[in-house]
């Protein structure tokens, strides 16, 4: 599979870049109780913090949304999923366990407080950019509702856009049946390339830790 970012993306940000895994022979099911009970009690460690700063002063939110500015979304309205996520702890609406790999990608997501979208590569094409969305194009979510993908970053292939640093849609999702999936890393831009391949490295091996099975990785600019 062939993963590259539009050059009008790279003509806004420099430096953005991106993790990317790829992961075969992998068992995805329910998460370990190991698992569960880790991300509960760091989204309670979580909630304790915020309740003495807002969301939008955590660091990695912080360049997330001015990532989405200089694109040309809005941020206020279109939030970046790991703000999200944040958002929901703030109010104590934990999140709840779906699946093993769904739950450490949410995991990996506070913890480096940045977006992270993991897909099946059964529902995908061989190629796939990184780009902005057009005016015309648009999906359903996971939250099920229609998304616009005008001015957002998204990832596509031969179909169309099946993911975004903001919602993904409801055509690529891990499932207790996936064997192989892509992870997309929407990695801080102000990330030195150093520590952008420890951090890809370090997801990886937990991933395959709990999933078994094989992955590469690599760094997209």
Not at 102 to 123: A, H, K, M, R, W
Not at 127 to 138: A, K, P, S, V, Y
Not at 195 to 203: D, F, G, H, R, W
């Amino acid at each position: 599979m062939e993963i590259n970012i539009h050059s009008d993306i790279k003509a806004k940000i420099p430096d953005f870049k991106i993790g990317i895994i790829q992961y075969k022979h992998i068992s995805i099911g329910e998460s370990p109780q190991m698992l569960k009970g880790r991300l509960r009690l760091f989204q309670e460690s979580i909630f304790f913090d915020l309740e003495t700063k807002s969301v939008s002063d955590i660091q990695g939110v912080a360049e997330w949304r001015k990532v989405f500015k200089t694109i040309g979304t809005d941020p206020g309205k279109y939030r970046p999923s790991v703000e999200a996520l944040f958002r929901r702890i703030k109010k104590q609406t934990y999140l709840t366990s779906i699946n093993s790999a769904v739950d450490l990608n949410n995991f990996f997501s506070l913890q480096y407080e940045i977006p992270i979208g993991i897909y099946d590569c059964s529902t995908l094409g061989r190629d796939i950019l990184i780009r902005t969305g057009n005016e015309d194009e648009h999906y359903l979510a996971l939250n099920e509702r229609e998304v616009s993908l005008k001015n957002k970053i998204i990832s596509s292939d031969e179909q169309g856009a099946f993911g975004s640093p903001y919602v993904d849609s409801k055509r690529a999702p891990v499932t207790e049946k996936t064997t192989e999936a892509i992870q997309i890393i929407y990695l801080r831009p102000s990330l030195p390339m150093e520590k952008a391949v420890k951090l890809t490295e370090s997801l990886k091996d937990m991933f395959l830790q709990i999933h078994g099975g094989e992955a590469t990785f690599s760094i997209k600019m």
